[in-house]
């Protein structure tokens, strides 16, 4: 959640005065409305006025529990611009839609990758820093570098030589072929060879979004939430799938 919206939840749709946020009128008000939403949170530790506690717990919280914090905020104040200005529709609206975009980004989490290099965690940085903030569009390019620059890095990680212009479907294929993780003989069974073609073709179609339907270029339209959102896990999940058979052939090889 940027500091922009939280902001806009705070400051201009709940209404602050003095140390007042809305309708949260006493810490006991606070502390209800934590539990009724499902969000482990305790006002009551540590000091400052009902808006201070509010905004700290907001600003600590995971997006998850963000979303649902703005949610029962929005439940527990409805639009009225006659009980208080700032609390129209459209902010209202903007709010929600806020809300979806951090429910989204628990989708599907990213963890760090054994065979990593500073591109790589650059680029899961701003990826995850830019889907927080503005939602899956604006970090598509990034989860692409990420991904591309994870297969380039582990084909020099193994010895695996490649071409600068490799795209990351090429990659695959030579790891698929050369690196120890894949040689098993589980690998070349029938359905898990469509898999790793379905994967191959994917990782083909994110090539023309991300030059052309994201922040990559000055394109004029970026790729709607939703397929951005797919975009994103698809780019995490193929990530984690490589990372798991390397780091698993890693432990189980003699030392």
Known sequence: MSNNEHRKLVRLYLGVSGGYLGEFSDIGVLERFYIRIGVDADPRAG???????????????PPNEQAAIIRGSLKMHPPDASRFEGRSQELHDE????SARLEGCAAVTIRRPAVTCDIVEQAIDQAEDLIGKR????????????LHGYLRNL??????????KD????????????????????????????????????????????????????????I?????????????????????KVTAQRVSAPS
Do not use: W
């Open 155 to 164: 084909c020099d990680e193994a010895g695996i030589e490649f071409g600068q």
């Open 47 to 61: 000091s400052g006025t009902n808006r201070e506690r509010f905004e700290r717990i907001l600003k600590e919280c």
């Open 167 to 222: 795209l990351m479907s090429g990659l695959f294929s030579l790891i698929r072929k050369q690196h120890p993780a894949f040689q098993s003989a589980d690998q070349r069974q029938g359905e898990l060879v469509k898999i790793f073609r379905a994967m191959s073709s994917i990782m083909d179609a994110l090539n023309p979004i991300r030059n052309d339907k994201s922040m990559a270029h000055p394109n004029k339209e970026l």
């Open 224 to 244: 709607a939430a939703p397929e951005a959102g797919l975009v994103v896990d698809l780019a995490r999940t193929m990530l984690h799938y490589i990372d798991m």
């Open 95 to 98: 709010l929600l839609a806020v």
């Open 135 to 146: 939602g899956f569009a604006s970090a598509v390019d990034r989860v692409h570098t990420m």
